[in-house]
């Protein structure tokens, strides 16, 4: 084992430990994810997925990969981060030879790999209980959801410069919750929006990641769309990872 595999370990592990602990954290991870896909499956016959070329159980599953990543990695992830700055943890962390990207990606292990396991039930779930088919491009899916991981890690990085306390994640979370619910085609396919607004919310920072998952596993994409989603994705982990350089805070306000 290489020292920065070595480093990375020793941080996911202790992370998880705290996360276990944390029995708040815990329940968002665990339990908010198949709680959101099962309230919002009950009303996607109102929003008429089949236009989209999708049936309620496909909608419902790709869906609940978009609420895994937001959920369990981005959400959890802010809260982390402003805990241990607050804590002094990162600040401590710092002053050893652990390098800054380390310790980052240190924190982000556990909740990754929370979201990938969570993933990966949710295809096993849709396949073998729902009747949604094996994915088409998996690919293309397992693309989107690493994708995801990193993009949201990366955002909730950024965003816990501007969070202030623990208590206040739940208010700096809202805005990526809300356009992402809305806009990024979680639950309502941008199909069966008005184009101007289809246009505009393919430039949403989840969207890109949502039109890789549901092109590996539904299948229908052309390559203008999966390439245009990629680089959408990429772009927005570019400028996430910008402003994570620009503005991360390592220790609390005074």
């Not at 592990?13 to 198949?34: D, K, Q, W, Y």
């Not at 998996?138 to 994708?147: I, Q, R």
């Not at 920072?205 to 769309?225: E, I, S």
Request: charged share 15%; net charge positive.
């Amino acid at each position: 084992m290489t020292a920065t595999a070595g480093r990375l370990t020793a941080l996911g592990r202790a992370e998880l430990t705290l996360l276990l602990r944390n029995r708040s954290a815990l329940a968002v991870a665990l339990v908010m994810p198949g709680a959101s896909v099962a309230g919002i499956k009950s009303s996607l016959d109102q929003i008429h997925p089949d236009k989209a070329g999708m049936s309620v159980a496909e909608a419902a599953m790709t869906g609940g990969i978009g609420i895994v990543l937001i959920l369990v990695v981005h959400l959890n992830l802010i809260s982390a981060y402003v805990a241990r700055r607050e804590e002094l943890v990162l600040k401590r962390l710092r002053t050893g030879e652990v390098p800054d990207r380390e310790i980052l990606a240190g924190t982000a292990l556990p909740a990754a790999g929370l979201a990938l396991a969570q993933c990966v039930l949710i295809v096993v779930a849709g396949v073998a209980f729902l009747g949604v088919g094996a994915p088409k491009r998996p690919e293309l899916l397992v693309l989107g959801v690493l994708l995801g991981m990193v993009l949201l890690a990366a955002l909730a990085a950024a965003t816990s410069a501007v969070t202030r306390t623990v208590e206040s994640a739940q208010l700096t979370t809202l805005p990526m919750l809300l356009i992402s619910y809305a806009g990024s085609g979680l639950f309502i396919p941008l199909e069966v929006m008005p184009q101007e607004l289809a246009s505009a919310c393919k430039l949403l920072p989840v969207t890109g990641v949502m039109t890789l998952v549901r092109a590996g596993w539904l299948g229908g994409a052309d390559a203008h769309d999966v390439i245009g989603a990629a680089v959408t994705a990429l772009a927005w982990t570019a400028l996430s990872v910008f402003a994570v350089q620009r503005w991360f805070r390592w220790e609390p306000r005074r």
